[in-house]
Structures are given as structure tokens and as C-alpha cells.
């Protein structure tokens, strides 16, 4: 498996807090089944603002103390969403996953941001593919899914947590989440792993959960084909997004 979403690097962001515990947590991915890991701290305009040269540095220590761990370590961030968005990868203070065409971007939990269709228009304009970490959790998306229909049909791209199928985040975003999966509005699964003993310690019962809801093939897709475009910075089909048919008021 792929994972593309992860606060593994120690002391960047509110992810790792030692490189002790980013190697324990490398370790626990290997177990878990990952191969590859985009490692994506945090870049916030004034709040997390680790500059890629200082994230490559960490990174070449971290794989200098990985010892016997198998695993492929990518740079990458998770940027909040900003009209700035393009300097900021312009500028080597933030960056794509693995220096690829893919963005991925985190946008506010209660409110849609009123700039987010200028983010994406920015983005595509400039070559650049918008995925939106974690849909499943915006408020705005529990309340109405089928936002995300028309941003699929612009180029988004979109990426649930693994926490989220497990029930990580409460009821609410475990039912959003099987809702987006299983209509085909999710394309890739990320861990979103901050600490030890969490996402990948559970990962046997969440893809029991995840092959419950969708075939063997669309596991596949998303945890393991789809990623691995990102890597090698290719596009890719999707499956055609289906709506989501409201019931008694509510999706």
C-alpha cells in the first residue's frame, strides 16, 4: 500500500514530537503493509511554515536512522488552503507530493472557504491537480455529499483517512465517509498519522470495514493503484461519481 497523507516528520507540525517516534511509527506502517509513504506536514501561513529545504534535511536523517525498516519515504505537505497556494510551491516553502503535478490541500472544518473555487482555478491553471485531504470531516460535506460532484467534475481530486473508516472521528464521519466511498467520490486512502498506537497499529479491522463496503478491485484502486500515479506523477481514469440519493431530508 500507498500512503500519501502522513505527520510522520518529528517536530514540524502537531505530527511526530521525536524521531524516535517517527522511526516507531515507520515501523508500525512497514507491519501494517505500506511500502511508500508521502510524508506531508502541515503548512499553514503563519502557524506551521517548515520550509522544504528544512524537511529534506530532516527526512535525510530520518532514512539514515530507518535501519532494516523497508520503506520509501516521499516529501510532500498538506497545505491549508490559500490564494497564495502557487508562490508557496513556487517558493520552496511549501510543496506538491513528491514534486508531482498533485496538491494536496486541507481546507476549514466548519465553513466552506469562500476561496477555495480560487484555490482550485489557481491550481489548475497552473498545471497542478487539487486533492482535498478528508472530505468525510467538513461539516459541510456531512451536510450535503454532493458538493464534491461538481469539484470531481472541474479535476479535484479527493482523499479520505483510513481513522475515518474505522470510526476514528465519531459516527457522523464514519457514515460520510462510506457515503463518498462507496459512489465513487473518494480516489485515494491516506493514514493522516500523527502518533504512535493509532492509524496503523488498526489497520487489519479497517480494511476488513473497507472490503466490506467495496470490491477487492476498488481497494485496490485506492489504497494502492491510485497512490502510486502520485509517485510517478501520472494521470489517471476515475471511476464515474455516482450521487448520493437523500433520504427522509437527510443523505
Known amino acids: 500500500m500507498v500512503d500519501i497523507h502522513s505527520h510522520l516528520i518529528y517536530e514540524v507540525d502537531d505530527g511526530s514530537k521525536s524521531i524516535e517516534d517517527t522511526i516507531y511509527m515507520l515501523k508500525e506502517a512497514e507491519d501494517a503493509g505500506f511500502t511508500d509513504i508521502i510524508l506531508t506536514p502541515h503548512y499553514m501561513e503563519n502557524y506551521f511554515t517548515v520550509s522544504c529545504n528544512e524537511i529534506s534535511e530532516k527526512i535525510k536523517l530520518i532514512k539514515e536512522k530507518m535501519g532494516n525498516i523497508n520503506v520509501n519515504l516521499y516529501q510532500g505537505n498538506e497545505i491549508y488552503s490559500t490564494t497564495n497556494i502557487i508562490n508557496l510551491i513556487n517558493n520552496k516553502q511549501a510543496t506538491t507530493l513528491n514534486n508531482s503535478r498533485y496538491v494536496l490541500i486541507e481546507l476549514q472544518m466548519q465553513e466552506k472557504p469562500i476561496e477555495l473555487d480560487e484555490v482550485i482555478y489557481l491550481l489548475l491553471k497552473n498545471n497542478k491537480i487539487p486533492i482535498i485531504a478528508h472530505p468525510e470531516r467538513y461539516k459541510y460535506v456531512q451536510d450535503d455529499p454532493n458538493i464534491l460532484l461538481d469539484y470531481i467534475n472541474e479535476g479535484v481530486l479527493f482523499q479520505a483517512n483510513y481513522g475515518s473508516i474505522s470510526g476514528m472521528y465519531g459516527k457522523t464521519v464514519k457514515q460520510t465517509v462510506k457515503k463518498l466511498i462507496t459512489h465513487n467520490m473518494i480516489h485515494f486512502l ?16 479497517t480494511l476488513k470495514t473497507l472490503n466490506k463496503w467495496v470490491n477487492k478491485k476498488n481497494v485496490k484502486e485506492l489504497t494502492e493503484i491510485n497512490p502510486k500515479n502520485i509517485l510517478n506523477n501520472e494521470e489517471f481514469d476515475i471511476n464515474e461519481p455516482q450521487k448520493i440519493k437523500k433520504r427522509f431530508f437527510k443523505f
Open 190 to 205: 491516506g493514514s493522516d498519522n500523527h502518533r504512535t498506537n493509532s492509524i496503523y497499529s488498526n489497520m487489519e479491522q
